[in-house]
C-alpha cells in the first residue's frame, strides 16, 4: 500500500460527521454518521467493476440472556422470509436474478447481512437490504418454517464432528452456561421455547440506529452510498447502546469437554485462552500461530503431516473479542496417532517458550500475513469486511497499511514473550470428538503437559 493521509477531513455534505482516510489513488475510506447514529463507511474502488454492500448490527449471541439462547441466529433466518413489500422468493429474485449474490451470518458480538454485484445494482442492493434489515415480517407461519430448519442446522452441526468440535471448544474456554459458551445456534431445545414475542422484542431493541453500520465497497463513492442509504434508514429508530457494550468475560472453564462418539477419526483442539483485540501483543500472537500450524510450512504442518504423515489436517488459529481470545490448535487423526501427535506438540509449543524461532521462519511468516492481507484487501468484499469490522470492533477506520507495518515490527524476542505466556498450563483447555478411551488419554497429557511446561 502507498503512504497514507490520515488527516481527517469533514465534508460539507449536509450535517454529518465525517471522517475520510485515503489510502492510495486506488483506494480510500470514509465514515459518515446519520442523526440517529447508523454509521456508514465505504472503500471506494473505481478500478473495480462491482460493488459489495454489507449491513451490520452490533448484536450476536453473546448479548442473548439463558432464555434467549439461539434468538441472534434465528432473526438473523427471519429477515430472508419477506419483508411487507417483498417476499423470500422476491428477496432473493432481486439481488440473485440480475446478478448478484446475497448472504449473512451471525457471530458472538455481530451480524452481518451482506451482497454483492455488478456495480450499476448497487442502488438496487441497498433497496433490498434496508428492507430486510428494518421491515421483516416476522409471520408466525415463517418462524415455524425456520424453527425446523434451524433444527436441521444444528443436527447438521452435531453430525461433522469438526464443526460440533468449535461448540465444544467454547464451553471448555468459557463455560458452557456462559455467553461465550453457548453455540451461536441454539439448542433443540432452547430453539423451540422462542416464540413471536421474544424474537420480535429482540428484533426491536437490537436493530436500531445506534447499533447499526452500513458498509460498501467498489466502483461508488462514499457520496452515493449516504445518499442512498440516508433515504432509506433516516426513520430507523436510534434505540440505545446497551448492547454494543460488550457484557464482561466470565472465565468460568470447563478446561476438558470431550464427545465420545463411534468414528473413525479423534477430532481435537487445544487451546490457550489469549489476547484480546485491543491488547498490542495481538500482531505477535497471530505470527505465532502462522509459525505454528497456518500454512505448509509451519512447524506442526512439516513435522506432523509431511515428516511423520500421522495426520491430514492439522492448523492453528486466534479468534479475538473485545475483552479475550482464544488461541487453538486443531487436529483429526487416526486413535492410534493421537499419542504421537500430543508429543509433537508439548515437544513444539515447549520450544517456542524457550528459544527463539529461527530469522528466516520469522520473516516468512511476517511476508506471509502482510501478503495475504493485501491479496484480499483486491476484493470488495473484504474491503466491505474491512471497514465493517474496523467501525464495529475499534469505532474508526483502520489503515491496512498500519496493520501491516505492526506486524512488521514484531521480533524474534517478542513471539519467544508471548509464547512463554500464551502457553502456560494454567490457560490450556482441550476440546475432542472421538471414540471411547480419548477423554483418559488426553486428561493423562494434560497433566504432562502442565509438568513439563512448569
Request: net charge negative.
Amino acid at each position: 500500500m502507498n503512504k497514507s493521509s490520515l488527516t481527517p477531513q469533514i465534508s460539507a455534505q449536509q450535517s454529518y460527521k465525517t471522517q475520510r482516510l485515503i489510502i492510495s489513488s486506488d483506494v480510500s475510506y470514509e465514515v459518515s454518521e446519520l442523526p440517529n447514529g447508523v454509521r456508514i463507511a465505504t472503500a471506494e474502488m473505481p478500478h473495480m467493476t462491482s460493488a459489495s454492500l454489507g449491513f451490520w448490527a452490533a448484536v450476536g449471541s453473546r448479548h442473548e440472556s439463558t432464555a434467549e439462547h439461539g434468538v441472534a441466529h434465528f432473526v438473523e433466518h427471519l429477515l430472508f422470509k419477506g419483508t411487507a413489500s417483498r417476499s423470500a422468493n422476491v428477496i432473493a429474485r432481486e439481488i440473485e436474478g440480475v446478478g448478484g449474490s446475497l448472504d449473512a451470518y451471525t457471530s458472538e458480538d455481530h451480524t452481518c447481512y451482506y451482497t454483492r454485484g455488478p456495480a450499476e445494482l448497487f442502488e438496487s442492493m441497498t433497496d433490498v437490504l434496508a428492507d430486510m434489515y428494518q421491515h421483516p415480517s416476522l409471520k408466525p407461519a415463517d418462524i415455524e418454517n425456520e424453527r425446523s430448519v434451524i433444527k436441521e442446522e444444528i443436527a447438521m452441526v452435531y453430525d461433522q464432528p469438526s464443526q460440533y468440535l468449535d461448540d465444544l471448544l467454547s464451553a471448555a474456554a468459557w463455560g458452557a452456561g456462559k455467553p461465550l459458551g453457548r453455540s451461536i445456534t441454539g439448542t433443540t431445545e432452547s430453539i423451540s421455547g422462542i416464540g413471536q414475542a421474544e424474537l420480535r422484542h429482540f428484533f426491536q431493541r437490537a436493530y436500531v440506529g445506534s447499533q447499526t453500520i452500513v458498509t460498501a465497497a467498489g466502483n461508488i463513492t462514499h457520496a452515493q452510498t449516504l445518499k442512498f442509504v440516508a433515504a432509506r434508514m433516516e426513520n430507523l429508530p436510534a434505540g440505545t447502546v446497551s448492547l454494543s457494550k460488550k457484557p464482561q468475560l466470565q472465565n468460568s472453564a470447563a478446561a476438558l469437554c470431550v464427545a465420545t462418539r463411534e468414528c473413525e477419526q479423534i477430532h481435537f483442539s487445544i487451546a490457550f485462552h489469549a489476547f484480546d483485540r485491543h491488547d498490542d501483543r495481538r500482531y505477535a500472537q497471530k505470527l505465532l500461530s502462522i509459525l505454528l500450524g497456518e500454512n505448509m510450512s509451519s512447524l506442526l504442518f512439516q513435522k506432523l503431516r509431511e515428516q511423520e504423515a500421522v495426520c491430514y489436517s492439522i492448523q492453528s488459529d486466534v479468534m479475538t473479542f473485545e475483552d479475550a481470545g482464544l488461541f487453538h490448535i486443531y487436529c483429526a487423526l487416526d486413535p492410534e496417532n493421537l499419542g504421537r501427535a500430543l508429543e509433537v506438540i508439548t515437544h513444539t509449543l515447549h520450544r517456542l517458550r524457550q528459544e527463539l524461532p529461527e530469522p528466516h521462519s520469522l520473516e516468512e511468516g511476517k511476508a506471509y500475513a502482510v501478503g495475504q492481507s493485501r491479496i484480499a484487501l483486491e476484493s470488495t468484499s473484504a474491503q466491505m469486511t474491512w471497514v465493517g469490522e474496523a467501525i464495529m470492533d475499534y469505532g474508526k477506520l483502520l489503515d491496512p497499511a498500519k496493520s501491516q507495518q505492526q506486524l512488521e515490527a514484531v521480533s524474534r524476542e517478542d513471539i519467544r514473550q508471548v509464547a512463554t505466556e500464551l502457553f502456560a498450563p494454567e490457560r490450556l483447555v482441550i476440546a475432542a470428538v472421538g471414540p471411547k478411551g480419548v477423554e483418559s488419554t488426553l486428561t493423562k497429557w494434560q497433566a504432562e503437559y502442565g509438568e513439563v511446561n512448569k
